[in-house]
């Protein structure tokens, strides 16, 4: 007889699968890559709401600091790794409209909340009971968007633009990214570093 346990497993071996035929590596890879991830946040504390909002508030430059970083090191690495045929990725179309709303919307409930996508699992591993209500939240938020999307959301959605990147807009040459990447990496290091947050995780510093 099919059991509710049985299903629970049959979905967890789908979850693994399908992260194997994405072609990002093996699950083993995944997971170690995970941890590095989960411990650069939790060195830089990022996860934390002090943190998210001290740069909301602009008393706190961490987590910019760590953005543009990261995603001028990133830019570099994955344009080499994907003409080598180490990676790959799927690029987004650009709908402008949706990307202002969404964008908003997004922005204000991080500031107000303190957390994102990527730092609120480090949060439910700590046990943080806040990051719960704010995962709820997200579920009612996109049942909301999908059942409405047709009637509310689509005819907000702007024109398409299409899958725009640096690389078919303005040259899919290894000097614009080496270029662009490192014009972020040097916004990191020029922008001060200020932290808000104290040793004791208690708040703010008076």
């Given at each position: 007889m099919y059991s509710a346990q049985d299903g629970m497993i049959a979905r967890l071996e789908s979850m693994f699968a399908?992260?194997?035929?994405?072609?990002?590596?093996?699950?083993?890879?995944?997971?170690?890559l995970g941890i590095v991830f989960g411990s650069i946040i939790q060195y830089t504390k990022v996860h934390k709401f002090e943190k998210i909002a001290?740069?909301?508030?602009?008393?706190?430059?961490?987590?910019?600091?760590?953005?543009?970083?990261?995603?001028?090191?990133?830019?570099?690495?994955?344009?080499?790794?994907?003409?080598?045929?180490?990676?790959?990725?799927h690029i987004k179309p650009?709908?402008?409209?949706?990307?202002i709303i969404g964008g908003t919307i997004f922005g204000a409930s991080m500031a107000i909340f303190g957390k994102c996508p990527g730092t609120g699992p480090v949060s439910v591993a700590e046990g943080r009971i806040d990051i719960m209500v704010?995962?709820?939240?997200?579920?009612?938020?996109?049942?909301?968007?999908?059942?409405?999307?047709?009637?509310?959301?689509?005819?907000?959605?702007?024109?398409?633009?299409?899958?725009?990147?640096?690389?078919?807009?303005?040259?899919?040459?290894?000097?614009?990214?080496?270029?662009?990447?490192?014009?972020?990496?040097?916004?990191?290091?020029?922008?001060?570093?200020?932290?808000?947050i104290d040793n004791d995780d208690i708040g703010y510093k008076e």
């Open positions: 399908t992260v194997t035929d994405e072609g990002h590596g093996s699950v083993l890879l995944v997971f170690v001290g740069f909301s508030v602009l008393k706190d430059t961490v987590v910019p600091k760590m953005l543009f970083l990261a995603i001028g090191l990133a830019s570099i690495m994955l344009y080499f790794m994907v003409k080598m045929g180490y990676a790959s990725y650009m709908i402008l409209g949706g990307l704010g995962a709820f939240g997200g579920i009612l938020g996109g049942l909301f968007f999908t059942l409405f999307y047709e009637p509310i959301f689509k005819p907000l959605m702007g024109p398409n633009m299409g899958k725009l990147s640096i690389l078919n807009t303005w040259s899919d040459s290894p000097v614009v990214i080496l270029i662009f990447g490192i014009a972020l990496v040097a916004v990191s290091v020029a922008i001060p570093l200020v932290e808000e």
